[in-house]
């Protein structure tokens, strides 16, 4: 079965740091990049890191770069992000993502390509 679920959301002050997760299953990783995407309320979906299957090529977008960290653990079959310095604007939805790693990583972040499986999302909420 595929699934990807992720967890470690909640709510955080400004400037706090939260550790967001990804269980992916039933996927071969070492084929496989990963990725985060946020959907803030009433805006666009926004690629914000990405990571190829052997973690040797990583992206991260601008807005985040220098305050998020994309990693992952393939023994583990987990993606993480750790977010730290976070800012109100960081407020959304985080979705993991998974695509065959045959595309250019930071073009897979800019979304220019479909990801081939999603997760359901998982809330964090930066508000003092």
């Known amino acids: 079965q595929l699934r990807l679920v992720e967890s470690g959301g909640g709510l955080v002050q400004p400037g706090g740091s939260l550790r967001l997760s990804c269980e992916v299953t039933g996927f071969v990783l070492d084929r496989y990049a990963l990725a985060w995407f946020r959907q803030a309320p009433g805006e666009e979906r926004e690629g914000i890191a990405c990571i190829s299957a052997s973690a040797d090529k990583v992206s991260h977008a601008d807005s985040v770069k220098g305050r998020f960290t994309i990693s992952r653990d393939n023994a583990k079959e987990m993606l993480y992000l750790q977010m730290n310095s976070l800012k109100p604007e960081d407020t959304a939805v985080y979705y993991c993502?998974?695509?065959?790693?045959?595309?250019?990583?930071?073009?897979?972040?800019?979304?220019?390509?479909?990801?081939?499986?999603w997760g359901k999302g998982t809330l964090v909420l930066v508000s003092s």
């Open positions: 993502a998974i695509h065959e790693d045959v595309i250019p990583i930071p073009a897979m972040c800019q979304g220019r390509y479909d990801m081939e499986f």
